[in-house]
């Protein structure tokens, strides 16, 4: 199984950035599958992910901004952020459980 990550880049505070991340040899809709974020020096931080039963989970700090969203065609997950705030500048990766995990994207919230 492989996961491909991509969408990050610079974004100015406010702004909004949609991650992408396809899925190789395995299924997005099958299990549990989402986004994690690490910044130097701090622990990693799941984010939003699907639960194995379908139910969508949000961390507290990203509820009411960040969506998680998925595509069984193209066997992509989502990771759609509003609102961003310098706090939610990190390196994002995905995971489809229960250990496999994408490359991280790289996501910068500044001025």
């Known amino acids: 199984v492989q996961l491909q990550a991509s969408g990050g880049g610079l974004v100015q505070p406010g702004g909004s950035l949609t991650l992408s991340c396809v899925v190789f040899?395995?299924?997005?809709?099958?299990?549990?599958v989402g986004w994690y974020r690490q910044t130097p020096g701090k622990q990693r931080e799941l984010v939003a992910w699907f639960t194995s039963g379908g139910s969508t989970m949000y961390g507290d700090s990203v509820k009411g901004r960040f969506t998680i969203s998925r595509d069984s065609i193209k066997n992509t997950v989502y990771l759609q952020m509003n609102g961003l705030e310098p706090e939610d500048t990190a390196v994002y990766s995905c995971?489809?459980?229960?250990?496999?995990w994408g490359q991280g994207t790289l996501v910068t919230v500044s001025s």
């Open positions: 040899g395995g299924f997005v809709d099958r299990g549990a």
């Open positions: 995971r489809l459980w229960p250990n496999n």
